[in-house]
Each structure stands twice: as structure tokens, then as C-alpha cells.
């Protein structure tokens, strides 16, 4: 479903990412991991639409998408959720989905009210249903816990209906409950979606990853299953036991 060929990008002298070539197949959740400024989130921004790589080519189902602004990305199928949060948060859980199911639906259009959209709404309460907010519905985003507000982040990734969901650790400053619980929505949503999912805890890697990718100044380092990820000692070296 996406793949990458020679993919690098440099911010003047530092080289973030090097002849990255990354396959992803159709359903696969695929961690990605490596220690700080390895260039996970930098391969996200470039796969979205947000950086513009220096050289080589992304392709998404065969089709190149390399240098397109993030609006066709993400028409095309890939949403994302990002390193901090983003979200609204002065409307409501339900807007800030809707308004990402609207973009996707509807386009932007002013001059109807949103009501007139029941399928908006009735797409926004069924994502909201699924990452389990459907009782926050009417609540400030502001309101939300830090836990609540990253799986709203899900939430309006998903509403853009994507093919392919980018989560750069979703579950960053959770409790060791709310990131249980975020994994087992991640595991939950992963039925319908590929899933590429940048996480920093070891464990949790290995129970969801199908395949694990590790990033080490801007290279790959090892692609592989988790277990021969784990039992990688180059792997070991570089980071499993920093
Ligand atoms: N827009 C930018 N301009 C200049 N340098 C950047 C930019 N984005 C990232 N970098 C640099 O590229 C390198 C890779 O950064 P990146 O954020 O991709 O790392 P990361 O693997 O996501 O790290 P972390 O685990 O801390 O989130 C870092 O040295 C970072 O400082
Ligand atoms: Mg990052």
C-alpha cells in the first residue's frame, strides 16, 4: 500500500532521513521505533504532505504522492494523528469530529448549516462511538482528560475515512490505564485500516506490531517481525538498551 524508494530529506547540513525504503502492506499495523531524533516523525510529516522530501519518491497504492501538498494526501486516504495534540478546544468532542467528516464528505461550504448534513452527524457520533467518547459528545474538547483528548485525535483522523492511519505516539503522557486502553482501540480500529504507528514502549511494540521498522539517524536499521526485532543485537545495541 505505501512504499518508499531512496526517500531522504536534509534540513541544511543534517541529513533527518537517508535513502529510506520502507514497504507497508494492506492491513498491516507497523510500528515504527528508534531512539530521539531518529527521523520517525520527520518520515510521517514527508508521508503526509507536510515536509517536502530532498529526494526519492513515495508511493501510495502504486501512485506517486512525493512533494503533494497534505490536502490530496490526505484525500487520498491518509490521515493522521500528531506528536502533540491538535485538536479544537473550545468545540465540542462532536464538532471537532464532524468537522473533519465534513471536510472529507462535503467539502467547505458556508452557506448550509451544518444540521442539514445527517450524515455528518451520524458518521461523527459512530467515530466517536469507536474510539469511545460517544458519552463526551456534548463535552469542551478542553474539557476532555489528556487521555480522552488523544483518542479524540484518533477520532478525527478516522472521520476523514482514511486507508492508511498515522499515529505518532498516541499514547504519549498517558497512564499506564489509558494507554491499555488506547492500544486496545488501535488493535480495535486496525480491522478496516494499515495502521503506522510511531511508540516508544517496548512492549507494547511487540503485542501489536505485525512488523516493526527501526529508524537510527535517519536510516533503517532493521525491518523485520517482532521477534526478530527483539532478538536483533544491532537492535540492542543502538536501543533496546538505552
Ligand atoms: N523542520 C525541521 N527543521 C530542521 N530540523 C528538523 C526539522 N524536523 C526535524 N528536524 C531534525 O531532524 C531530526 C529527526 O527529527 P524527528 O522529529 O523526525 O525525530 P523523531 O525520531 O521523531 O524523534 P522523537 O522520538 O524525539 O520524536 C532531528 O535531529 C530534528 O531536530
Ligand atoms: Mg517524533
Redesign the pocket.
Known amino acids: 500500500m505505501l512504499r518508499t524508494e531512496g526517500l531522504t530529506i536534509r534540513?541544511?547540513g543534517?541529513t533527518?532521513l537517508n535513502n529510506v525504503n520502507v514497504g507497508i502492506g494492506r492491513g498491516e499495523i507497523r510500528a515504527i521505533i528508534?531512539?530521539?531524533?531518529?527521523?520517525?516523525?520527520?518520515?510521517f510529516?514527508c508521508v503526509t504532505g507536510v515536509?517536502r522530501p530532498t529526494s526519492g519518491r513515495i508511493l501510495l497504492n502504486g501512485n506517486d504522492i512525493t512533494g503533494q501538498p497534505p490536502n490530496l494526501i490526505s484525500r487520498s486516504g491518509v490521515a493522521r494523528s500528531y506528536?502533540i495534540t491538535n485538536i479544537l478546544p473550545n468545540a465540542t468532542t462532536l464538532e471537532n469530529v464532524r468537522i473533519a467528516a465534513q471536510s472529507r464528505r462535503h467539502g467547505w461550504n458556508m452557506f448550509r448549516h451544518y444540521t442539514e448534513f445527517r450524515d455528518i452527524i451520524d458518521k461523527a457520533q459512530a467515530v466517536l462511538a469507536s474510539v469511545g467518547l460517544a458519552g463526551k459528545a456534548d463535552e469542551l474538547a478542553s474539557n476532555l482528560s489528556h487521555g480522552e483528548q488523544r483518542n479524540l485525535e484518533i477520532g478525527i483522523a478516522l472521520a476523514t475515512e482514511p486507508q492508511l492511519l498515522c499515529l505518532?505516539?498516541p499514547t504519549a503522557g498517558m497512564s499506564a490505564a489509558e494507554t491499555h486502553d488506547t492500544m486496545q482501540l488501535v488493535r480495535k480500529i486496525s480491522k478496516d485500516l494499515t495502521i503506522l504507528i510511531?511508540e516508544?514502549d517496548m512492549q507494547l511494540v511487540m503485542e501489536l506490531a505485525d512488523r516493526i521498522t527501526v529508524?537510527h539517524y535517519?536510516e533503517v536499521l532493521a525491518d523485520g517481525p517482532p521477534a526478530e526485532i527483539q532478538s536483533n543485537p544491532r537492535v540492542q545495541e543502538v536501543y533496546l538498551k538505552t
Open positions: 534540513f541544511g543534517l533527518a528508534g531512539p530521539n531524533g531518529a527521523g520517525k516523525s520527520t518520515f510529516n515536509l506528536q505518532d505516539e510511531v516508544h529508524f535517519g
